[in-house]
Every structure is written in structure tokens, then in C-alpha cells.
């Protein structure tokens, strides 16, 4: 079955930097567009990056455009989000997400099936 596992969050100040990786397995890696959310606490989740699957093709939402990077290594069943000038509002649990029902990006959440079990990110002010 498809699994997502991200790592890579954790504690940094504002104006610190992340790397979040997902690890994929179970699923044809390659083909499928993935995608990068997040969800504070009381929150909606919302959509913060995707990339298409031959990495061509990239969306940020445009609090975190300029500041965040989407990235993929498809030999490697990796996606990344490289995350710079963090700032509090960022604080969020993290999840990557991907989507078999086609190759387009989506910007919500209930058209992605997979989902990993999210990686908190928390910045301090």
C-alpha cells in the first residue's frame, strides 16, 4: 500500500531554516504529483507547495513563495521542502500528500488520498 513518511521538522528560531523530506513507497513514485500542507492548531489544512511529477511544473501558496522550495528526487522516492526566513506564522504540523487520480496539481486537501502521518515544524519568535 502507498506509505509517506515525513522527517525533518522540528524547533528553529524565526529567520532559521528546515529541510522536510517525505519518503513515498507503494506507489509508481514518478507519476504522481506531490504536494506539501500544513495545519496549525485550530486551523484548516492549507495548502503550501506541489510539483508535478517530473518536477516541471511547481505552486506555492503566497505566504511562503520566495521562501519555500519544492523538490523531488524521483530515483530516490523523495520530495523535499526546503524552507527558509521561517517566520512564527509557519508553525504548523507538516504533511506531504499525493494524488493517483491524475497528474494535475490540486489546491485541496480532499483531492490528495495519501497522506503521511505530518512532521511538526514550530518557530519561535
Request: aromatic share 12%.
Amino acid at each position: 500500500q502507498v506509505q509517506l513518511v515525513e522527517s525533518g521538522g522540528g524547533m528553529v528560531q524565526a529567520g532559521g531554516s528546515l529541510r522536510l523530506a517525505c519518503a513515498a513507497s507503494g506507489v509508481t513514485f514518478s507519476s504522481n504529483p506531490m504536494a506539501w500542507f500544513r495545519q496549525a492548531p485550530g486551523k484548516e489544512r492549507e495548502f503550501v507547495a506541489a510539483i508535478r511529477s517530473s518536477g516541471g511544473r511547481i505552486y506555492y501558496a503566497d505566504s511562503v513563495k520566495g521562501r519555500f522550495t519544492i523538490s523531488r528526487d524521483n530515483a530516490k522516492n523523495l520530495v523535499y521542502l526546503q524552507m527558509n526566513s521561517l517566520k512564527p506564522e509557519d508553525t504548523a504540523v507538516y504533511y506531504c500528500a499525493t494524488r493517483l487520480r491524475g497528474y494535475e496539481i490540486r489546491y485541496a486537501p480532499d483531492e490528495y488520498e495519501f497522506w503521511g502521518q505530518g512532521t511538526q515544524v514550530t518557530v519561535s519568535s
